[in-house]
């Protein structure tokens, strides 16, 4: 089944503990994106990758880092996460068609 | 800046009323466009494409208007599980390309 997998899709964590959301598609996409959603504030973008070794900034990129080393995967990594990090992520790919398949989301709390 | 602008609502329509969202974009490079369907702290899932000879799919019509930089999206007989948020997304070029989200339109479809 073609999907967008992100991990962990719930977490719990203290300001400055580092943690890295995963984020795997499947169906051999070039592009791939996060996204954080807050209330009131839509979806703003975080890193984007048109390809494999190609990443770049999205609108609020701060406090957050990403790779891409392999077309599958898009792992956004946040060093030191602080409070104002709290927030639902999402993950996803698009083969340039314009149709981005998201994965289902992680709800991330930093205490 | 690329933007994507739009009303944010709510809209509140009774059953069976029709309603129509429009979407401006800053970004005159702009190549492809598109409507996707938000349902409360879920994964957006895309609703339909925009051509530029407009385009429609059951109770939904999508039009583009390049020369204004705006595209709509009119729903007829509306249906309470057409309660959702609306978002607009414009895919535009850069060195690759890149996609865009507008805020997106609060819709709730009352009884």
């Known amino acids: 089944e073609a999907q967008v997998t992100q991990n962990p899709r719930y977490l719990i964590t203290v300001t400055g503990k580092k943690l890295t959301v995963t984020c795997s598609q499947n169906m051999n996409h070039e592009y791939m994106s996060w996204y954080r959603q807050d209330p009131g504030l839509g979806l703003r973008q975080i890193y984007y990758?048109?390809?494999?070794?190609?990443?770049d900034k999205g609108d609020v990129p701060e406090g957050y880092k990403v790779s891409r080393k392999e077309k599958r995967n898009f792992p956004l990594i946040l060093e030191s996460p602080s409070p104002n990090q709290t927030s639902l992520y999402f993950c996803?790919?698009?083969?340039?068609?314009?149709?981005?398949?998201f994965g289902e989301g992680s709800r991330l709390t930093v205490l | 800046r690329k933007e994507v602008e739009q009303d944010p609502g709510p809209f509140n329509v009774p059953e069976g009323a029709t309603v129509a969202f429009n979407c401006t974009y800053s970004?005159?490079?702009?190549?492809?466009f598109f409507w996707y369907r938000q349902d409360c702290r879920k994964e957006p899932k895309l609703l339909m494409s925009?051509?530029?000879s407009g385009n429609e799919d059951g109770r939904f019509t999508a039009q583009l208007n390049r020369a204004s930089q705006y595209i709509s999206l009119l729903i007829r007989d509306s249906k309470l599980s057409d309660s959702a948020t609306y978002l607009c997304?414009?895919?535009?070029?850069?060195?690759?390309?890149?996609?865009?989200f507008g805020p997106g339109t609060r819709l709730s479809v009352l009884p």
């Open positions: 925009v051509y530029s």
């Open positions: 970004n005159s490079a702009s190549q492809s």
């Open positions: 996803a790919s698009s083969p340039y068609t314009g149709e981005l398949f």
């Open positions: 990758s048109m390809n494999v070794e190609v990443t």
């Open positions: 997304v414009v895919n535009e070029p850069n060195y690759g390309q890149n996609f865009v």
